[in-house]
C-alpha cells in the first residue's frame, strides 16, 4: 500500500507524526509538501494529492489543515476524488464502507493518539459494495463527468 499526504503549516505537524507512524507500519508515504511550518496555502498541496490519488499513483490519501474542511473542499475539486473530513472511528469507517472515499482529511489540532486511530481505521475498512451505495457513487459520477 501506498498512501500520499498533504498539509499545509498548521497541519505540518500532525502530518509528521502521520508519517512516522505508517513508516513504523512498513507502508510506503508520499509526501506532498508542505514541508515546515511556514504559512502557506493549502490548495496547491490539496491538488497535488488529489491528482496523485485520482491518478492511481497512490493508493489513498491523507489530507490535514486547520480544520480539515478547506483542505477536503480543495481535494474534491479533482475529479474522481471522494474526500470526506473525519473526526471520529466510525466516521473513518462509515466514509470507506458507504461512500468509498479515497482521501481522509483531519484538522490539524487533533491529538495524535485520536488521529493515528482515525488513520487506521480508514486504511483497514473496505468499501461495502453494496448496491445502494455503488448506486450512489455511480450519481456522484455521473454529475462530475457533466
Known sequence: MKIGIASDHRGYKLKSKIIRYLNKKKIEVEDFG???LDSVDYPKFAFLLGEAVANKEVDFGIAICGSGIGISIACNKVKGIRCAKVDTIKEAKMTRLDNDAN???LNGSMSAF?????????LKTDFSKKER???RIDEITSYENK
Open 34 to 36: 508542505t514541508t515546515s
Open 103 to 105: 482521501i481522509l482529511a
Open 114 to 122: 485520536r488521529a493515528l486511530d482515525i488513520v487506521d481505521t480508514f
Open 133 to 135: 451505495h455503488q448506486r
